[in-house]
Antibody, heavy 121, light 111 residues
């Protein structure tokens, strides 16, 4: 069965860096694009980044552009989110998600359980 | 890129139908049929309910349906059930510098 397991969250000081991982299993990872989506405590969902199946094409939300980098290692079946210059407003639960259908809706058919990132000042 | 506009809350009684709107602009909802809807129960990951405006993934109840008119997409839930009580989010593809934009979310209460 499809499983996505995020890790790497924790408490980090403002201005520092952190790398999140999303370990995928139960499907052929190299054939799928992936998203990162975040949710600040008590707030709504915010789209963060997308990477296409080949790991080459990527897009970012304006709020993280230039600070976050999405990547995927198809040999390790793992998705990453490198976060730098972290700010208090980056505090959120970060979810990874698999793009399940070949459409520009890029809909997420499977989600991880999320990992909490807390940026302290 | 501003978030898509959703009502903060809607409510309905069991068995009734409700509709949640998602209003965007000519750069997102109005320009493309690339709107999806997610359901999120408290403390859980979201669940895909609708994609490409009106397509329902396998396993999602046919009580959930989607539509679009102009720059407003809608999610309709018929035959409301207690378990439908959750937060609902729309998301659209956008031609702006960011690729995707979420709505602010709507809390559905089943009375």
């Amino acid at each position: 069965q499809v499983q996505l397991v995020e890790s790497g969250g924790g408490v980090v000081q403002s201005g520092r860096s952190l790398r999140l991982s999303c370990a995928a299993s139960g499907f052929t990872f190299r054939n799928y694009g992936m998203h990162w989506v975040r949710q600040a405590p008590g707030k709504g969902l915010e789209w963060v980044a997308i990477i296409w199946h080949d790991g080459i094409n990527r897009k970012y939300a304006d709020s993280v552009k230039g600070r976050f980098t999405i990547s995927k290692d198809n040999s390790k079946n793992t998705l990453y989110l490198e976060m730098s210059s972290l700010r208090a407003e980056d505090t959120a639960v970060y979810y990874c998600g698999r793009i399940g259908y070949d459409t520009n809706s890029h809909p997420i058919d499977y989600w991880g359980q999320g990992t909490l990132v807390t940026v302290s000042s | 890129q501003s978030a898509l506009t959703q009502p903060a809350s809607v409510s309905g009684s069991p068995g009734q139908s409700i509709t949640i709107s998602c209003t965007g602009t000519s750069s997102d909802v109005g320009a493309y049929d690339y709107v999806s809807w997610y359901q999120q129960h408290p403390g859980k990951a979201p669940k895909l309910m609708i994609y490409d405006v009106s397509n329902r993934p396998s396993g999602v109840s046919n009580r959930f349906s989607g539509s679009k008119s102009g720059s407003t997409a809608s999610l309709t839930i018929s035959g409301l059930q207690a378990d439908d009580e959750a937060d609902y989010y729309c998301i659209s593809y956008t031609s702006s510098s960011t690729l995707m934009v979420f709505g602010g979310g709507t809390k559905l209460t089943v009375l």
